[in-house]
């Protein structure tokens, strides 16, 4: 699947000097080092904290209750592919994580949650986040569900958030049963407001109602997605509006998905919209109150491959029909412009440069420019050798949009060779290789 680069989500809530850092190094799921004890410390203060998992990759670790409270604005990030693994046991109920605020998730697999009657049943994987931040994760066997009479919103089999942003994800075979504003919606994510790009939505299913794979309840953006076989009730897709992104939903594949009853369409919009082009539908009429464009097509096979890593940090599904490729790939990202409801993201991205690179000397310089509307944000830099090990964890100051641009001086002892530097903010991470001589 093509990733495409684009600008992450930025979210101005946050004012701080600086993130505190915690580490998981074992997978043990209480004790010092476990991701538990990072989560409580960073609950303990105030403010954005970051949480790196030093674990090597496909290690799992089992949570022996749930859920990990969140109670403040946090990112978690394991260190490189293939993702550290989140698993829960089938005797194990409950979502995994339960965050009040802001929460960001990076290069972590969560499988095995499963929400019922008196878990609170929604977002079986991540639930109550006001701002949910994903980036390269993989969603998989997470199910919401209702049984006997429940008073609290459950839907969502992976994921249920009030803002959603995910990219470079791929959720497979999560579904729901539960019930989201009195309604079944979303057998992967239910979301009010969601930006999704690049993410791959396989074989989720909704016991009742719409979105069998993804339901935005207001607005959202919908770019370069495959919806595949996705089953249950109507829409793969559903919107519940078009007051703020009408032309939001652009170069996707829907394809084999399957509704029973209500909306039994790929695309399902609760108000007319029109589409944001180069999408491959596998029936033209395949739409609820979505006018098509001139861009895109249908009745095209994509040919899908067998789901699997191949070369991306998440298994996506390849694409063997190259027409449809060339239709997938073609139009732009669509660019949210709003001023209400989904979080702004700025017009061009977060940029990072480190000079001199290589380093000839015991410093070098990290430089940040920011977008205008980034705010006052928070950074966390980490620096990993070639093992992905962590070796430093330097101190960089808050930055500001008064002069959009800051410089500082990193200290950088380390023997020679080749390093990897982290810059985790409210948005995400950027990621540079850094060569020390």
């Excluded at 991540?126 to 993989?138: D, M």
């Excluded at 919103?153 to 990219?167: D, E, H, L, R, T």
């Excluded at 993804?214 to 009730?233: E, M, P, R, S």
């Amino acid at each position: 699947m093509k990733k495409i680069a684009i600008t992450l989500i930025v979210v101005c809530l946050i004012s701080l000097v600086k993130a505190n850092n915690y580490y998981v190094t074992t997978v043990a799921d209480t004790g010092q080092g476990s991701l538990r004890a990072a989560i409580d410390s960073a609950n303990a203060r105030a403010g954005l904290d970051s949480i790196t998992i030093n674990l090597t990759p496909f290690d799992t670790i089992k949570p022996l209750t749930l859920p990990y409270y969140v109670n403040d604005s946090l990112v978690i990030t394991a260190g490189f592919c293939k993702n550290v693994t989140i698993a829960a046991d089938s005797d194990i109920y409950g979502p995994g994580f339960w965050a009040d605020t802001f929460l960001v998730v990076n290069n972590i697999n969560m499988m095995g949650f499963h929400c019922s009657s008196g878990d609170a049943s929604s977002g079986a994987a991540i639930q109550g986040a006001t701002y949910l931040v994903l980036n390269n994760c993989f969603f998989y066997g997470n199910h919401a569900d209702e049984e006997g009479l429940l008073a609290g919103p459950g839907s969502g089999g992976a994921v249920n958030a009030g803002n959603v942003y995910a990219n470079n994800c791929t959720f497979y075979n999560n579904g729901s049963g539960g019930n989201c504003s009195e309604t079944n919606y979303g057998g992967a994510i239910c979301a009010t407001y969601g930006q999704i790009y690049n993410c791959t939505f396989y074989r989720n299913y909704t016991y009742s109602n719409i979105g069998t794979a993804v339901a935005l309840l207001y607005a959202g953006i919908v770019h370069h997605c495959i919806f595949y076989q996705n089953t249950g009730y109507g829409g793969a897709l559903f919107v519940g509006s078009n007051t703020v992104d009408s032309l939001g939903i652009s170069n996707n594949i829907f394809w084999s998905d399957s509704a029973t009853a209500q909306y039994p369409t790929e695309i399902a919009y609760f108000d007319t919209a029109l589409s944001g082009g180069c999408n491959v539908i596998a029936d033209s009429g395949a739409t609820t109150l979505f006018t098509l464009a001139p861009t895109d097509v249908s009745g095209l096979d994509p040919q899908f491959g067998p789901l699997a890593y191949y070369a991306y940090c998440v298994p996506t599904l390849p694409i063997n029909n190259a027409a449809v490729r060339a239709v997938f790939d073609s139009c732009p990202v669509p660019i949210d412009t709003t001023t209400t409801g989904l979080p702004q993201r700025p017009n061009q991205p977060l940029l990072l440069s480190l000079y001199p690179n290589p380093v000839t000397s015991n410093s070098f310089q990290l430089a940040v420019t920011l977008p205008g509307n980034y705010g006052n944000t928070g950074f966390a830099v980490q620096i990993f050798d070639e093992q992905g090990r962590l070796v430093s964890t330097p101190v960089i100051p808050s930055a500001t949009t008064g002069s959009n641009q800051f410089n500082s001086e990193i200290p950088f002892t380390a023997a020679a060779g080749v390093y990897f530097l982290r810059l985790s903010y409210a948005g995400g991470s950027v990621m540079r290789k850094l060569v020390k001589m």
